[in-house]
């Protein structure tokens, strides 16, 4: 059974499904090849949800960007992402009714998102249709920042990097990520 993009994955400048990989600008509309997207936010004393940063990555850039991190940082993700605990989550949702229940709490630490709070979400695609059995998940505040805490000096650097070359922040939100180190999974 096939799922559409979540409109939570659309791009906030255009309002619509990502076109192409940030780093080699392929066409992620053709279906050729699975892609991944991360959206950070930060809550504000209001409550709404401000984006930090939103990017679409294709599967083969992902992966260089993967081997540019240290051997004990991507063994530290892999733990983390690559375990059976996270897969069986993800599949549990996929059988319920995850459309209503993937961004109500992280799904490693199922704590909810507060106030002041950062959150990342995670899907990953193939053309306009969600991958079978990938039901998207919330990263909380609490797993960003031991992700953060477990990376190493030259994975961060790497990272800010990145960061930098694709991501540079609208200066608007540059306040609201001071107090944020640059992750992203």
Not at 134 to 148: A, D, K, M, N, Y
Not at 174 to 181: F, I, K, N
């Amino acid at each position: 059974m096939s799922q559409q993009i979540p409109k939570e994955f659309y791009s906030d400048s255009e309002d619509r499904p990502f076109r192409q990989c940030k780093v080699c600008e392929c066409d992620l509309s053709t279906g050729e090849v699975p892609y991944s997207i991360e959206k950070a936010y930060k809550r504000s004393e209001e409550g709404e949800d401000v984006t930090l940063f939103e990017v679409a990555i294709c599967l083969p850039c992902a992966e260089k960007q993967a081997n540019k991190m240290s051997v004990a940082s991507r063994k530290y993700l892999a733990s983390i992402m690559g375990n059976q605990s996270f897969f069986e989550k993800r599949q549990a949702m996929w059988k319920d009714d995850w459309q209503s229940q993937w961004k109500k709490q992280c799904i490693f630490s199922e704590e909810q998102v507060q106030v002041h709070d950062e959150y990342h979400i995670v899907g990953h695609f193939q053309g306009d249709q969600l991958l079978p059995q990938q039901t998207p998940f919330l990263i909380g505040q609490s797993v960003i920042e031991e992700i953060q805490e477990h990376l190493s000096p030259e994975t961060k650097e790497e990272l800010d990097r990145f960061g930098d070359q694709f991501l540079g922040p609208d200066p608007t939100i540059r306040a609201l990520m001071e107090d944020s180190q640059f992750v992203m999974v």
